[in-house]
């Protein structure tokens, strides 16, 4: 499962198809609604919130693992 972190404005601009948009100043409030039976792959801008936050959800038991290069990398790459 893809984990957006962004703000809802980024998020609205463009995103992967059926990620979960959890803006960052949010997601700490939210933790319920996630489960511990999924991995999650934390998607940010550049990768670098993705990183702090993939560690804060592993420390409370969930599979997080940051997508390095966020949004910024995946554009470079769907470019044609």
């Known amino acids: 499962m893809i984990l957006d972190i962004r703000d809802k404005g980024a998020f609205n601009e463009g995103h992967l198809a059926n990620s979960l948009s959890m803006p960052i100043t949010t997601l700490p409030n939210h933790l319920d609604t996630l489960s511990k039976q999924h991995t999650y ?40």
């Open 41 to 80: 792959y934390i998607m940010s801008h550049s990768g670098r919130r993705a990183r702090v936050i993939a560690e804060f959800l592993n420390k409370q038991a969930f599979d997080a693992v940051a997508v390095i290069g966020g949004m910024k990398a995946f554009r470079q790459i769907n470019v044609a």
